[in-house]
Each structure stands twice: as structure tokens, then as C-alpha cells.
Nanobody, 113 residues
Framework: VQLQASGGGLVQPGVSLRLSCAAS????????IGWFRQAPGKEREGVSCISSTGDSTYYADSVKGRFTISRDNARNTVYLQMNSLKSEDTAVYYC???????WGRGTLVTVSS
């Protein structure tokens, strides 16, 4: 099952974006979900993840305090609220179940003045 990320865009440093992760033909319920990103010329890295119940979260040091992951199982969606964006946050963002399955469509976030 592939999860699709959306909500990216071109923004200036310091502003916020909220990314969404959804699965069109399956439920996210019962799965831990992670957000990952791949910057130009770099390997994909983990950004954040949330447990199946939503009561446990993890953040990479680079985004801790700025990004917030959440999930709405009723809407079958996981969110990544990104605040105080920096140029180094520029990347294609993906979401996936944990353990990861096949990769779906990512969404490009470009932070530039």
C-alpha cells in the first residue's frame, strides 16, 4: 500500500506549512506512520514518526521543537505541521508505514527567500 503526501509548496524562511499523508484504498489505523525527506543530492532521512495510537512520537534533532506530527484516524490522515521553516528543510517529503513499505508520491517543500 502506498501512502501519498501532499501540502508542499514554495515558502519563505520562517513560515509554516502543514503536510498531509493519506492512503486512498486502505486504512492507516493500526500502523505507526513516519515522515521522511530527501534533499537534493542527499539520502532519504527520517524526520518524525507517530505510533498507531498517536500517544508516542519521535522527531529528528534537526526538526525538534519546530515540527509536530499528529494523526486523525477518523480521517485516515497523518499530518506534519512544520513551523519556522529553514532553507535546510527544502526536500521532497514522503510518508510511509513503519516498517516501511513501497514508497508513494512525495511532496516538494522549497524554503527560499
Amino acid at each position: 500500500v502506498q501512502l501519498q503526501a501532499s501540502g508542499g509548496g514554495l515558502v519563505q524562511p520562517g513560515v509554516s506549512l502543514r503536510l498531509s499523508c493519506a492512503a486512498s484504498r486502505s486504512s492507516l489505523d493500526g500502523y505507526a506512520i513516519g515522515w521522511f525527506r530527501q534533499a537534493p543530492g542527499k539520502e532519504r532521512e527520517g524526520v518524525s514518526c507517530i505510533s498507531s495510537t498517536g500517544d508516542s512520537t519521535y522527531y529528528a534533532d534537526s526538526v525538534k521543537g519546530r515540527f509536530t506530527i499528529s494523526r486523525d484516524n477518523a480521517r485516515n490522515t497523518v499530518y506534519l505541521q512544520m513551523n519556522s521553516l529553514k532553507s535546510e528543510d527544502t526536500a521532497v517529503y514522503y510518508c510511509n508505514r513503519i516498517p516501511t513499505g513501497s514508497w508513494g508520491r512525495g511532496t516538494l517543500v522549497t524554503v527560499s527567500s
